[in-house]
């Protein structure tokens, strides 16, 4: 009895009680309050607070709202100061029995298998018993301008930026945003809002606007969405006018729903200069805004495997006068396990239709599906085909064990959240540990959150607007939740749990550092981690890194029996991986000159 007495008074007390808001780190005097109620809970509630840990986060949408309430009832301040730290109170383990409740507030229990299932519905169409509307996919009209650029200019931009383009008659690429041919008014939008043509971009309009197949190996703030959405917009004004009941024209796959509200946001105000209508379908959204939508009529279609299918099954929406498909991010979306559906979605579009795909990496399995999707490809690469992280990346590796990882994580963040720019993205395995440690990490103070493929979109959406105003600093995430994140001052990112492959790894640091910032990313690698050890060590090799003894010998503990490889098993030269037509005669052989800077504008051979 006295101990539940106790443990009701320092949890009282707890509440009111806070550290001063100069402090960035969890108070001591929360700490000891926390170990008190810890170690005075009655033996018969233990094992209930146990199973509560247990128990997913919940909403944490709903929670901060029910928090910050509490507190303006009992006249207290807000949980955060004007810089969103934290004033104290308890967040995210609710307030039974010491603050270490569960969750139960909802946002948990997705919707895993559906797009499994999606699709299974749909009937095979045969198109050569179709009546086709002939389309018109070649509407470029190269300028003088580019016309007349010297072979030797034109090699010299291609070597100095690392392009490499394979396939027959390639169109020279562009460097101002008037030479891309497109109307006015989006040239004129193109220069109120950018300098210039990014890189991937000035090679991709001249392809895509002669209406061919591409193959693009292009990293995420390359500027690819203009590089496809543009010459999508163009194709579509000159098909025929849409009629009731057709589909979109241009459709764009997308792994998730963040990345999907990503490009629709981009491409918005462009399809709207064009009088053209677009619509993002994705999971986790109400159905029938989306659904009325497509009813109305769209021209341009941004969306994901899953929620599309649904639509086609219904009946919603059809794909029969789609003819320009844009799989982006490719790799990700055959690594999270969207073949299948891809391939049914791919079979309800007409087989003389224009496919684009874009893709950060070039394993086989996307070289499997361009060989099936598309036809006579050019293909397009940015930089070296070797795996290669940042080089304004400062990498970090711990080896650690695993019991290591949260004390010395809480300790990293207690020297970046002393920093002036102190935004933290943390990699975790699973839903549930991000949950756990977000739980844990908020009891203790900690300004966090967390996102993960359980939480529903409004949890979603609140979660990313409060970690990109930077009133909460530190975001939980895994993989698949982070793949659509689009925060450029990301200043530090962590590898709680070291990913599967370095492909991943790369990925995951690449969040940092964007747009020509510098950034910093700590990894904790444990002995079970040994097997990845080498191709970690690569990675960090190649971009000048300081490789920590520890590392090597692991790796040299694991050498030979690594079962941890990359996707590209071994050694990831593009020419002895044999793709899309590349052979060591020279960078652009069959593309920009051979790898000379003489020749004649004319493709094939090693000529314009």
């Not at 009629?243 to 998730?256: D, F, I, K, Y």
Request: charged share 25%; aromatic share 8%.
């Amino acid at each position: 009895m006295l101990s539940r007495v106790l443990v009701e008074t320092v949890s009282r007390l707890s509440l009111y009680l806070k550290p001063p808001s100069s402090l960035r780190t969890p108070s001591s005097v929360g700490r000891i309050f926390q170990r008190l109620c810890v170690t005075s809970t009655p033996p018969e509630a233990s094992s209930v607070l146990k199973e509560k840990n247990r128990q997913p986060l919940g909403d944490q949408k709903t929670v901060y709202h029910q928090v910050a309430l509490q507190k303006m009832r009992s006249g207290r301040d807000s949980r955060y100061d004007d810089r969103g730290y934290r004033n104290g109170g308890s967040y995210g383990g609710g307030y039974g029995s010491g603050g270490r409740g569960g969750g139960g507030f909802g946002g948990y229990g997705g919707r895993a298998g559906r797009d499994q299932m999606a699709g299974r519905g749909l009937r095979e169409i045969d198109w050569r018993s179709q009546d086709l509307k002939q389309i018109e996919k070649n509407f470029y009209h190269e300028l003088p301008v580019v016309a007349q650029r010297s072979q030797f200019e034109v090699d010299r931009w291609m070597q100095e930026n690392q392009v490499t383009v394979h396939g027959r008659d390639v169109p020279r690429p562009v460097f101002e945003f008037n030479e891309s041919g497109f109307p006015e008014v989006l040239v004129n939008m193109l220069y109120s809002n950018f300098e210039r043509p990014t890189i991937i971009q000035s090679i991709s309009w001249p392809i895509a606007s002669s209406g061919r197949d591409i193959v693009s190996i292009a990293k995420t703030g390359s500027g690819k969405t203009l590089a496809f959405i543009l010459p999508g917009i163009i194709h579509t004004t000159k098909q025929p006018p849409r009629g009731r009941g057709e589909g979109p024209s241009v459709l764009v796959l997308l792994p998730t729903r963040e990345l999907a509200q990503q490009v629709q946001e981009v491409s918005r105000e462009y399809c709207k200069a064009m009088g053209l209508s677009v619509t993002c379908l994705f999971g986790g959204a109400a159905r029938g805004s989306q659904a009325r939508d497509l009813e109305r009529g769209v021209d341009v279609a941004i969306a994901t495997p899953g929620r599309l299918l649904d639509f086609l099954e219904s009946g919603t929406t059809n794909l029969r006068r789609c003819s320009y498909l844009v799989l982006d991010e490719a790799d990700r979306m055959l690594d999270m396990g969207f073949e299948p559906q891809i391939r049914k979605i791919v079979s309800q579009i007409r087989p003389d239709r224009q496919t684009l795909m874009f893709s950060a990496t070039w394993p086989k399995e996307v070289r499997a599906l361009a060989s099936d999707f598309q036809s006579d490809h050019a293909f397009l690469n940015v930089g070296s085909l070797e795996l290669a992280a940042n080089h304004n990346i400062t990498q970090v590796v711990e080896v650690v064990e695993e019991y290591q990882k949260q004390g010395r994580m809480m300790s990293l963040l207690t020297d970046i959240m002393n920093q002036p720019e102190c935004k933290t993205l943390v990699f975790v395995e699973t839903k549930r540990k991000a949950d756990d440690l977000t739980r844990s990490m908020r009891r203790d103070g900690w300004p966090t959150l967390c996102i993960h493929g359980d939480k529903n979109q409004g949890e979603r959406d609140w979660v990313l607007s409060e970690f990109k105003s930077g009133k909460t600093p530190i975001l939980l995430a895994t993989d698949v939740a982070a793949r659509g994140l689009d925060v450029d001052d990301i200043k530090f990112v962590i590898n709680y749990d070291y990913p599967n492959n370095s492909e991943d790894y790369v990925h995951r640091i690449g969040r940092t550092a964007r747009c020509e910032k510098k950034g910093t990313a700590y990894t904790f690698f444990t002995p079970s981690n040994a097997p990845k050890a080498r191709d970690l060590i690569k990675v960090m090799e190649e971009a000048n890194q300081v490789v920590p003894p520890e590392l090597v010998e692991l790796a040299d503990r694991s050498s030979g029996r690594s079962t941890g490889r990359s996707r590209y098993g071994g050694k990831r030269s593009y020419d002895e991986r044999g793709g899309g037509g590349a052979s060591k005669r020279g960078r652009y052989d069959g593309g920009y000159g051979g790898g000379s800077y003489g020749g004649s504008y004319g493709g094939g051979g090693g000529r314009w």
